[in-house]
């Protein structure tokens, strides 16, 4: 199993990252331009990764405040589960974007820098949307 991981401190309560993040609705937001046909619920999500892959994904578990698991449904092109997670620290809350995927050596040559980069997009999107 491949784990990826990129995290990214804000200056807002915990819940009000968790509210953004438990609704998939809000996370065409979150994603880069390469995503097209984009139709989404607030658990489920179906797009497009231009010349590579059609995903589905869907929100597994929720705890609120604190962690949302999202897997890959329908015949993803390797199984892939995604987890955010948000802690509050004080006055600020880090949050955490995990992708857990399982790559063969061939696939993580591959795709491994492209989930990297995909990972440090969606914190860094999550930091410009959500201000105090």
Do not use: C
């Not at 497009?48 to 698991?69: C, D, F, G, H, Y």
Request: charged fraction near 20%.
């Amino acid at each position: 199993m491949t784990t990826i991981e990129s995290k990214v401190t804000l200056s807002v309560p915990a819940a009000s990252v968790y509210q953004f993040l438990a609704d998939l609705n809000n996370h065409r937001q979150l994603m880069p331009e390469n995503i097209t046909d984009w139709k989404s619920t607030k658990d489920e999500a179906r797009f497009n990764i231009q010349n590579m892959a059609k995903l589905v994904l869907e929100i597994t578990n929720r705890t609120p405040n604190s962690e949302i698991l999202i897997a890959a449904i329908e015949n993803p092109p390797f199984p892939l589960q995604l987890k955010w997670e948000v802690q509050e620290a004080g006055t600020q809350t880090q949050a955490s974007f995990t992708i857990a995927a399982e790559l063969n050596i061939m696939m993580k040559m591959l795709a491994g820098g492209q989930l990297q980069k995909l990972a440090d997009y969606e914190t860094e999107r999550l930091k410009e949307l959500i201000k105090a």
